[in-house]
């Protein structure tokens, strides 16, 4: 095996990956990395081989055995800080949702009416008169009341709607916990 270090490839290189010639002490930097790794050609087959020098050896062996104490030791400093985020984002996706909730049906309710006046013009002036596939989706979607006194209950179905919520509420919640983003 021998140790060199080509130093016109490794200026070719450098100037066409940096748009500019390199430095002595880019130089200097880039033939010290011979130093910590040993690279040589097997005679035989042509084939390059990588042998890692002891030092890196060692480090990979340390990060190994204790990266787990490193990795428990932040999980326990952090947990704390997760679950005061995670009880703050609660209440703000609580808040949040809510609020779509009640504005989704206002607007849900205004397209049924319009769909309800223009399919059925009759009806729209006296509710009660509707019939079939329009008077079940409006019963389903706002209540009875919907069409006897034309007022929307908000929560026809308590508890599918409640199911509906909780479950949007804790995954908005958690996603704004462990979000990859920061806003």
């Known amino acids: 095996m021998t140790k060199t270090f080509d130093e016109a490839t490794y200026r070719q ?3 066409a990956i940096n748009g500019r010639q390199s430095s002595t002490e880019e130089l200097e930097q880039a033939k010290g990395l011979i130093e910590r790794y040993t690279v040589g050609q097997n005679s035989d087959s042509g084939l390059v081989t990588y042998h890692p020098s002891k030092s890196s050896r060692f480090k990979t062996l340390m990060a190994a055995t204790f990266g787990w104490i490193k990795r428990g030791g932040v999980l326990l400093i952090m947990t704390p800080v997760f679950l005061t ?3 703050f984002n ?7 949702v809510f609020v779509m909730w009640f504005v989704s049906k206002l607007m849900l309710g205004f397209i049924f009416m319009g769909i309800v006046f223009l399919c ?7 509710p009660e008169k509707t019939s079939g596939l329009l008077r079940d989706v409006g019963t389903f979607l706002f209540g009875e009341r919907f069409f006897t006194y ?5 929560f026809p179905h308590p508890t599918v ?15 704004m916990t462990f979000s990859r983003y920061d806003v």
């Not at 034309?150 to 908000?154: E, I, L, Q, S």
């Open 161 to 175: 709607d409640a199911w509906i919520i909780g479950i949007a509420i804790v995954v908005c919640a958690f996603g």
């Open 120 to 126: 059925d013009q009759a009806a729209f002036n006296e």
């Open 90 to 96: 609660l209440i703000k996706s609580t808040i949040g």
């Open 13 to 15: 290189d450098f100037e």
């Open 85 to 87: 985020l995670l009880f």
């Open 150 to 154: 034309a007022v929307p209950n908000f």
